[in-house]
């Protein structure tokens, strides 16, 4: 099978990874792809949210199977002329990906699945959103509508915070993302993140992760894209999964097939859990980043065939092999990350990594320039490691950290703190 993953980042070179080890990939791309996915694979320049290039692409190439990475094309609408077109690509219709650009979709959508989620309005003028914060009270939170590159929810422990807040989005900080807003009930207790795949029908789980927010040790300071994550997550049992499953999402991806918008893809769901029960925080229609990390390196070349099979139907009949194995990744970011930080800085040592199926060093924002692989990005590599316990899978994926050059970069010494305090 001929290949095409859309993405550059440290989701994607795990994606690429994965699928490079499975017998059934004769050959692989990835469109844009970055300097680490480039040692793996074909990387081409490509402009991914545009349906019609990837179709023109895809065709010239003679790919059989697409793989989306990131949300901007599937919002886009490229997993939609992809099929118009008669290519086999795994992701939701621009339609199925409302759940994650819009936010008032997906309450309304769980108002109809009763799926347990936070209690919230939904405002397209600033007075009337005002007063219903005025009428709950703090704390609350305050949410621009659509896709604002994971800066658009502001938890606001007064009032007059969120008043703020509701001006700054009405006023256009977020841009069109705030146009509309909606104002939920702040939840307390530990969040984690549940994956399963979907093929319209059928719901496989493939894993859960948490990942780590905030850019300071003890999970503190400003938030980023995540600074490191790691699989399973003990707070969410086999038991809250299943609840999961059968409260949130199964009656999710019911309530989208009768819209006629059946949902195909990963679908990551965000729960909050309190008491051993969980409730929706948000759903992504792709994988996280950088959980999809730890979760390539615990399925493997698995991965491929699963998402093959949801792509063509066919998940009634799949199943995940799994080792009783867990998996850590570290995140790399260039020093000042998430506000300004500098690019162009080298990174040495990268060469005398080991690359084996336990330990891998992913490639986020990294470019190669006569022979030396520069930072370009503001998180830039992933030190990703399995192990029988997840101390293991930490000393593996520090070990790696420690052997990389890179005075520029910094990262958190404590991922995974949650999880291994439970020990
Ligand atoms: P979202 O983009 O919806 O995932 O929100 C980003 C983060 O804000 C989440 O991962 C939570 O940590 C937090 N958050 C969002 N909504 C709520 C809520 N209703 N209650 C508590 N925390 C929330
Ligand atoms: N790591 C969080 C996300 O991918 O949204």
Same mark, same amino acid.
């Given at each position: 099978m001929n290949i095409l993953i859309l993405g550059s980042g440290g989701r994607e070179h795990a994606l690429a990874w994965a699928v490079m080890q499975n017998?059934?990939?004769d050959k692989l791309i990835v469109a844009p792809g970055n300097a680490g996915i480039a040692q793996i694979a074909d990387c081409a320049t490509l402009n991914i949210e545009d349906g019609g290039t990837v179709v023109n692409f895809a065709e010239a190439n003679s790919i059989d199977f697409v793989i989306v990475g990131p949300e901007a094309p599937l919002a886009a609408g490229v997993a939609d002329r992809l099929r118009e077109a008669g290519i086999l690509v795994f992701g939701p219709s621009a339609e199925a990906a409302r759940l994650e650009a819009s936010k008032s979709f997906t309450k309304e959508i769980c108002d109809a699945a009763g799926a347990p989620t936070a209690g919230y309005g939904h405002f397209t003028d600033a007075e009337a959103a005002k007063a219903y914060v005025r009428d709950q009270g703090a704390p609350i939170v305050v949410k621009a =509508?659509? @896709?604002?590159?994971?800066? %658009?929810?502001i938890i606001a422990e007064t009032v007059e915070d969120a008043e703020a807040a509701i001006d700054d989005m009405f006023g256009g900080?977020? %841009?069109? !993302?705030? !146009?509309e807003v909606v104002i939920e009930e702040f939840m307390e207790g530990e969040e984690a993140s549940f994956f399963v795949l979907c093929d319209g029908e059928n719901v496989l789980p493939i894993g859960t992760a948490q990942d780590h927010k905030?850019?300071?040790? %003890? =999970?503190?300071?400003l938030n980023t894209g995540g600074m490191g994550a790691y699989s399973?997550?003990?707070? @969410?049992?086999d038991e809250i999964a299943e609840k999961a499953l059968d409260q949130i999402i199964r009656p999710t991806m019911a309530e989208m097939a009768k819209r006629g918008a059946p949902y195909q893809g990963v679908l990551y769901a965000g729960l909050m859990i309190k008491d051993g029960q969980p409730r929706l925080v948000e759903y992504n229609v792709r994988f996280g980043d950088p959980e999809c990390q730890v979760l390539m390196m615990r399925l493997g070349a698995q991965a491929m065939d699963l998402m093959h099979a949801a792509a063509e139907g066919r998940l009634g009949e799949a199943q995940v092999n799994w080792a009783d194995d867990h998996a850590m990744t570290v995140v790399l970011a260039a020093k000042g990350y998430p506000g300004a930080y500098e690019k162009g800085s080298v990174i040495g040592g990268l060469d005398a990594l080991p690359e084996t199926s336990f330990e891998m060093c992913f490639h986020a924002g990294t470019t190669e320039a006569d022979g030396k692989i520069t930072a370009s990005g503001g998180r830039v590599l992933n030190a990703t490691a399995r192990g029988a316990t997840l101390a293991e899978a930490r000393d593996r994926a520090y070990a790696m950290v420690d052997a990389? =050059?890179?005075?520029e970069g910094f990262c958190r010494r404590d991922i995974g703190w949650r999880a291994l305090g439970r020990d």
């Open positions: 017998p059934k990939c =509508d659509g @896709l604002a590159a994971g800066k %658009g929810v900080a977020f %841009g069109g !993302a705030g !146009a905030r850019v300071g040790e %003890g =999970d503190t300071g399973p997550a003990p707070v @969410l049992t990389i =050059d890179w005075p």
